[in-house]
């Protein structure tokens, strides 16, 4: 018995929340069918690219309502454990009411990790995909990623600093160059070239129609050349960074654009911000059933009325989520607050909401 109670409780959690996620899922796909299909269809675009177009985005809508998907679940499935009198009878047979509600609770850990591995391995590549389909293939805007700059300086590595009038990172190469290289703090070593491209078999930067400078006991030694094979050994890669797409990079990417920011002394809050958003939110489907479960067992009104209120709760979860990463971009919260402080603000909620329904 006190194996099948749990794994009754648990079996009731999942009906509701694949039909949630269906549903939710459903008025989001159907609302950007009706939005895009006017653009695309003045575009002149085939049906095949516009079907792909919504195939590719289909993981990220359904990332978008899964913690509401938990939330429903949870409040079907206990309030219809409440209605047939299963609660009830579950405390008459000595089942404390923590005992029953952890099969919830535990069962929305398991979708927590689901929507982990759903934005972390899936929805970011098809996202992107689905930009470049529209951005490319419907606009026609070759450098949709915005990876060509004009009047760049950056550090590369090992004491050298770069300028250049333009770099172009989808080809790799850059214009009017001049790259600085010193040494114990004093320049070593100056290189000018009206051009310069990346080699990917010698994986080094080579110089075109320029002048090496060699500084030595403050006589400069000056010589032309046609083409310098440099030991500059950063991949440009690591050099351009296109805007951050929040919903089209994993957290592996995160990291290394956060180290790769690091290496040339950029600014790295809005990745930081975003790396702990990218934890926090599928934790939320815990805090959404635990909301879900304080609503139900606390308020004694309809089933309509609490459903609304516990839904009302999640959608301000979901706001203040929203509100508190844009704070953290803006450097008015720390990163590790902006990401997590909304999710410690409603746990203290509900289970304070718990231990009033007397659950804990």
């Not at 009906?15 to 939710?24: A, D, H, R, S």
């Not at 006017?38 to 309502?65: D, E, H, M, T």
Request: charged share 20%; glycine share 8%; aromatic share 16%.
């Amino acid at each position: 018995m006190s194996k099948i109670f749990p794994k009754y409780i648990a079996a009731s959690f999942f009906g509701p929340f694949f039909f949630g996620l269906g549903i939710f899922t459903a008025l989001i796909f159907f609302g950007t069918l009706f939005d895009k299909l006017n653009i695309f269809a003045r575009a002149g675009s085939n049906l095949s690219l516009f079907v792909k177009y919504l195939l590719c985005q289909l993981p990220y809508y359904a990332a978008q309502v899964i913690p509401m998907s938990t939330l429903l679940a949870v409040l079907f499935s206990l309030g219809e454990f409440i209605k047939r009198g299963e609660w009830k009878a579950g405390q008459a047979g000595g089942y404390r009411p923590l005992t029953m509600v952890m099969p919830l609770l535990f069962c929305s850990l398991i979708v927590a990790v689901f929507h982990f591995a759903l934005i972390e391995f899936v929805s970011p590549a098809l996202y992107m995909k689905s930009q470049e389909i529209y951005h490319s293939d419907l606009k026609g805007k070759s450098d949709w990623e915005n990876m060509a700059r004009k009047e760049v300086s950056f550090f590369a590595g090992r004491e050298t600093f770069i300028s250049a009038d333009v770099f172009n990172g989808k080809d790799g190469s850059m214009e009017k160059v001049v790259a600085d290289i010193y040494k114990d703090g004093e320049m070593s070593v100056e290189i000018s070239a009206q051009r310069a491209y990346w080699d990917s078999g010698s994986e080094r930067w080579i110089f075109l129609n320029g002048a090496f400078t060699k500084y030595k006991d403050d006589k400069p030694l000056t010589k032309s050349f046609n083409a310098y094979k440099s030991e500059i050994l950063i991949h440009p890669e690591q050099l351009v960074f296109g805007e951050l797409v929040a919903d089209g990079i994993s957290i592996r990417k995160l990291l290394n654009r956060i180290d790769r920011l690091r290496l040339i002394g950029f600014s790295i809050i809005a990745e930081k911000t975003l790396f702990y958003y990218k934890i926090a939110f599928p934790l939320s489907n815990f805090i959404m059933a635990m909301i879900g479960i304080m609503v139900i067992l606390s308020l004694k009104s309809s089933k309509m009325f609490s459903m609304g209120i516990a839904i009302s709760l999640g959608f301000l979860l979901w706001a203040f989520m929203t509100i508190f990463s844009s704070a953290g971009v803006a450097e008015i919260l720390s990163p590790f607050w902006a990401g997590f402080g909304p999710l410690f603000l409603f746990f203290l909620i509900a289970l304070f909401g718990m231990r009033r329904a007397r659950v804990i």
